[in-house]
């Protein structure tokens, strides 16, 4: 059940398999080994889809058939700081369009930041 929840919710909010994987910071066949059934996401990764899709994990598991969120975000505390729970905010205030638009600016800027290593504050050491 969970790998074709997995799937439509994916398909449902327009998203490929590599922005989903992104957005998770997994690898993409490794997301994709979860809609294929080869492998089961650990218990944050799964909080994290459900927060993402605004489902609860209850759904997901196929123990219900709500989709209503349980959890709160006062238990993301622990996987996201102040800073990601207000861009997550942003984030879905936007329709889908623009949502992937942010996803591919974010992908592109996570690209460009691993080649030039454009985001390292920190001082190189000599």
Same mark, same amino acid.
């Given at each position: 059940?969970? %790998?074709?929840?997995?799937?439509? !919710?994916?398909? %449902?909010? #327009?998203?490929?398999?590599? @922005? ?5 910071? !997994?690898? /993409? =066949? ?11 996401? /650990?218990?944050? /990764? ?10 609860? +994990?209850?759904? $997901? !598991?196929? !123990?219900? +058939?709500? +989709? ?6 006062? #238990? ?7 800073? @990601?729970?207000?861009?997550? @905010? ?5 329709? %889908? ?11 592109? $800027?996570?690209? %460009?930041?691993?080649? /030039?290593?454009? $985001?390292?504050?920190? =001082?190189?050491?000599?």
């Amino acid at each position: 059940m969970f %790998k074709q929840r997995l799937r439509s !919710l994916r398909e %449902k909010h #327009n998203l490929k398999q590599f @922005e989903i994987a992104n957005i998770l910071s !997994l690898s /993409t =066949p490794a997301y994709g080994y979860y809609e294929q059934g080869k492998r089961e996401p /650990t218990f944050d /990764t799964l909080i994290k889809i459900a927060e993402f899709f605004d489902v609860s +994990t209850d759904y $997901l !598991l196929g !123990l219900s +058939t709500s +989709t209503a969120h349980s959890v709160s975000s006062t #238990n993301l505390k622990p996987l996201f700081s102040d800073e @990601e729970l207000e861009v997550l @905010e942003y984030y879905r205030a936007l329709d %889908k369009t623009n949502q992937r638009w942010i996803v591919g600016q974010m992908i592109d $800027l996570d690209k %460009k930041a691993k080649e /030039t290593d454009i $985001l390292n504050l920190e =001082p190189k050491q000599a």
